[in-house]
């Protein structure tokens, strides 16, 4: 805590204080620019693409820039995550989950989920008809406010997408027949929301200052992160619960069930456990929930804010799916363009945050800096997504048409979008569905169009990922279905 020297040859940076390390200027800088990653990439216009601070028990060192990033990516021994009460206080002091693990530990566990994801969700459809589920709820709800307002209705657009994703995600862990109920996702939203209103991707005070949560609890936000994380446990150990007492190894419902197989078998793998199946259900919500609902509201508010994109979106959809149908995952290569909408939404809502940190696991160098053992490593996508140095032109502007090359999607190296390596998102494929197919039936179906007196802007508020003020939109009914042209 009181050491203000630097380690030779760590990343430039700030100047550290005793106890504070960089935290006062960098909290200055975090206001002056609006959000963190802003006042990273600040750093490293001054710095260069790797700088180190310190905030107060923490070495960090932010990395911008696509070089430096895929090799933080990509280098094995830059793999872990961190480690800490930030990251242990939401699963009863131990470091239990995905996100949060390491080693073979994740390893076991990782490839489990991602096999359950590719059997229980795509080979038995699970997943798909949960989507499709989803979105047919999401047009009745809009068919029944359109109708009930005679006419046009304005619709609260960033608050249509987070019970339909969070009960796709329900749904993959029980099963789809045994479903969700709309009350009960309501419930569990409210809950979620706060957890990522209150915390950041790179920690809390409480997580640089561990002696904040003795000191002032309330305070420090300890407190309220501890008992938000316990809610959301509590939920999903009664959720377990109930599945173990119907639990028949014959009739495997969903997720949860294939993990008790494992529980039940005679040798099993070391990793398992209840509680560590609680955790991974967690972080499922944790990592699924925020990333994908909030980028449907940001495709929304782009397609409002270029109504000519969203026009050539539904002329592609009529000349593919016609006006007798919803679209399916199987349209989804005939429809490039709205494909490269998505990407290049995707693009312009991660290239605004961090990647999840990184923990160097051993004395290490990157960049040619010296990067001692524990130090956290923050990656600002800004750098590999939103910037000409990545390669991209004109990178702030919103442009699918630089994903597409003769009528067909052109996807560049460089797109980072879900990570690299052995970290890499394993919920990228859901993902893609969920957004796909929301927003293909939507804009198929109905036209977005901005709201009278209160244009939305793309302004980004700070929260666990980036977050759009919230906004309305006028929504209509295109032609009506069964008419097989437009
Ligand atoms: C558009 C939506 C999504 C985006 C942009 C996204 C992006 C990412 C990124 C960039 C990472 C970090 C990789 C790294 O640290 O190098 C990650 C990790 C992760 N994602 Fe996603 N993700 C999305 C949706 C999902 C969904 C739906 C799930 C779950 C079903 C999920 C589960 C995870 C998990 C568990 C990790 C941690 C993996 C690890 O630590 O090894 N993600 N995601």
């Known amino acids: ?168 995600l329900w749904k993959f862990m029980v099963g789809y027949k045994y479903g969700s109920n709309e009350k009960e996702m309501k419930e569990l939203e409210a809950i979620v929301k706060i957890l990522f209103g209150n915390s950041l991707i790179v920690g809390a005070p409480f997580s640089h200052f561990p002696f904040l949560r003795y000191i002032c609890p309330g305070y420090s936000g300890y407190n309220e992160y501890v008992s938000i994380n316990e809610q959301l446990t509590t939920f999903l150990r009664k959720t377990v619960n109930e599945m173990k007492a119907t639990y028949n190894p014959n009739m495997p419902r969903g997720f949860i069930d294939s993990y008790l197989d494992v529980l039940q078998a005679d040798q099993k793998m070391s990793s398992f456990s209840e509680d560590q199946l609680i955790a991974v259900c967690l972080d499922l919500f944790f990592a699924g929930y925020e990333t994908s609902s909030k980028i449907l509201s940001m495709i929304f508010l782009l397609t409002l804010l270029h109504p000519d994109i969203q026009k050539k979106a539904q002329v592609e959809m009529d000349k593919v799916v016609g006006r007798s149908r919803l679209p399916t995952l199987e349209d989804r290569p005939l429809l490039p363009y709205v494909e490269s909408i998505i990407l290049e939404s995707l693009r312009m809502f991660a290239g605004r945050g961090f990647l999840i940190p990184r923990r160097a696991m051993k004395d290490s160098t990157l960049n040619g800096y010296f990067i001692p053992k524990g130090t956290f490593i923050q990656a600002n996508s800004g750098g590999t997504l939103l910037d000409e140095g990545a390669g991209w032109k004109n990178p702030k502007t919103f442009d699918p048409e630089r994903l597409m090359k003769d009528g067909a999607l052109n996807i560049p190296d460089n797109f980072i979008l879900f990570g690299l390596g052995k970290r890499r998102c394993l919920g990228d494929t859901l993902a893609r569905a969920n957004i796909f197919l929301i927003v293909a039936s939507l804009i198929h179906i109905f036209h977005f169009k901005p709201a009278p007196g209160s244009p939305p802007a793309l302004e980004i508020v700070e929260s666990f990922t980036p977050s759009l003020k919230p906004f309305k939109a006028f929504v209509t009914l295109r032609q009506p279905f069964g008419v097989n042209s437009s």
């Open 1 to 168: 805590y009181l050491d203000t020297r630097k380690p030779s040859n760590f990343p430039p940076g700030p100047k550290w204080f005793p106890i504070i390390g960089c935290a006062w200027q960098f909290h200055k800088l975090q206001q002056k620019k609006g959000f963190i990653a802003k006042a990273s990439e600040e750093l490293a216009l001054k710095y260069g693409p790797l700088v180190g601070i310190r905030i107060g028990s923490n070495r960090i060192v932010f990395v911008y820039g696509l070089r430096a990033t895929q090799e933080l990516l990509t280098r094995d021994d830059l793999q872990n995550r961190p480690d800490g009460i930030f990251y242990t206080s939401r699963t009863w002091g131990k470091r239990r989950g995905l996100i949060f693990t390491d080693s073979d530990y994740l390893r076991e566990q990782k490839q489990f989920v991602l096999k359950q994801l590719k059997q229980l969700g795509f080979r038995k459809q699970i997943v798909v008809r949960s989507i499709e589920q989803e979105v047919q709820g999401i047009i009745d709800n809009l068919r029944k406010g359109i109708a009930d307002r005679a006419g046009d209705g304005l619709f609260q657009i960033d608050d249509l997408f987070g019970v339909p994703i969070l009960s796709i």
